[in-house]
Nanobody
Framework: QVQLVESGGGLVQAGGSLRLSCAASGRTERRYVMGWFRQAPGKERDFVAAINWTGASTIYKDSVKGRFTISRDNAKNTVYLQINSLKPDDTAVYYC????????????????WGQGTQVTVSS
């Protein structure tokens, strides 16, 4: 089992930037694929980005390509999501998640989840 804790969310003006962090503890010796998901009010949880264990491969939701960057620092047991050029429709609770299978955008494939961090973008 691994525990995940997100941080870095907040209120930002449209066009601004945030960097979200997800710190892992517990069974961090496992080679987890890490992902970021988000859930806006009244919406289903939606894939944002994912990264494999080494960091060599990433996948993104089409609408965030070029603005969002996922990265990881395994020495610190931390994964990051850099968000630039924020838009109001980026407003959501952002969750990090881990799986032990493969790089993929399906939330059902992820075994472990953090509690989420709120990102709010004002116009």
């Amino acid at each position: 089992q691994v525990q995940l804790v997100e941080s870095g969310g907040g209120l930002v003006q449209a066009g601004g930037s945030l960097r979200l962090s997800c710190a892992a503890s517990g069974r961090t010796e496992r080679r987890y694929v890490m992902g970021w998901f988000r859930q806006a009010p009244g919406k289903e949880r939606d894939f944002v980005a994912a990264i494999n264990w080494t960091g060599a491969s990433t996948i993104y939701k089409d609408s965030v390509k070029g603005r969002f960057t996922i990265s990881r620092d395994n020495a610190k047991n931390t994964v990051y999501l850099q968000i630039n050029s924020l838009k109001p429709d980026d407003t959501a609770v952002y969750y990090c998640a881990a799986n032990t299978v493969a790089l993929n955008p399906d939330p059902g494939k992820y075994n472990y989840w953090g509690q989420g961090t709120q990102v709010t973008v004002s116009s």
